[in-house]
Antibody, heavy 124, light 107 residues
Framework: QVQLQESGPGLVKPSGTLSLTCAVS?????????WSWVRQPPGKGLEWIGE???????NYNPSLKSRVTISVDKSKNQFSLKLSSVTAADTAVYYC?????????????????WGQGTLVTVSS | DIQMTQSPSSLSASVGDRVTITCRAS??????LNWYQQKPGKAPKLLIY???SLQSGVPSRFSGSGSGTDFTLTISSLQPEDFATYYC?????????FGQGTRLEIK
């Protein structure tokens, strides 16, 4: 059973950098899956931030691309998110998720395992 | 970006009811559509992938249909544990986008 666990500071100052790590257990981050970050502002819907493959290939949401970096550490079986120049609008629960590929097409993807989420508040 | 629009935004129903939630994509996404259930304070849970395939462990009262731009999630007989918020999500292209959610409440 794959498990994901987010960790990182729960409070970040405006203009600072949000840094989170997702530890993967019960499976290898080097498997044929992408690994993703999704966020949810309080009381609102889900927003995809980006994803990474174990090779280091990444895809980012254009709305955040200039501020986002997702990286992978295969030796620790984990991947990370950095979001720079944060404002109050970045306050959200941040989830990491596994992106399972269920057929040969590169579009056959679904978020099948999720972390429990971690609330990050941007405030001085 | 592909916009995903769900209807209704909220819905009141009773245990045992049959419920249908609709999701419309702003362009054709073939069958690359997933459905998730989210309960308060919890992470989303994958219910349906590829528009109509039931994720392992999900009760058979959940079903999905559709292709192109129009999709539906149906719950055949609501159970107390089904009251939650439901999201559709397209995987056809990046950025991966979600619908705004449908909140299913007890009548």
């Amino acid at each position: 059973q794959v498990q994901l666990q987010e960790s990182g500071p729960g409070l970040v100052k405006p203009s600072g950098t949000l840094s989170l790590t997702c530890a993967v257990s019960g499976g290898s981050i080097s498997s044929s899956n992408w690994w993703s970050w999704v966020r949810q502002p309080p009381g609102k819907g889900l927003e995809w931030i980006g994803e990474i493959y174990h090779s280091g290939s990444t895809n980012y949401n254009p709305s955040l691309k200039s501020r986002v970096t997702i990286s992978v550490d295969k030796s620790k079986n984990q991947f990370s998110l950095k979001l720079s120049s944060v404002t109050a609008a970045d306050t959200a629960v941040y989830y990491c998720a596994r992106v399972r590929r269920y057929c040969s097409s590169t579009s056959c993807l679904a978020f099948d395992y999720w972390g429990q989420g971690t609330l990050v508040t941007v405030s001085s | 970006d592909i916009q995903m629009t769900q209807s209704p935004s909220s819905l009141s129903a009773s245990v045992g009811d049959r419920v249908t939630i609709t999701c419309r994509a702003s362009q054709s996404i073939s069958s690359y559509l997933n459905w998730y259930q989210q309960k308060p304070g919890k992470a989303p849970k994958l219910l349906i992938y590829a528009a109509s395939s039931l994720q392992s462990g999900v009760p058979s009262r959940f079903s999905g249909s559709g292709s192109g731009t129009d999709f539906t999630l149906t719950i055949s007989s609501l159970q107390p544990e089904d009251f939650a918020t439901y999201y559709c999500q397209q995987s056809y292209s990046t950025p991966r986008t979600f619908g705004q959610g449908t909140r299913l409440e007890i009548k």
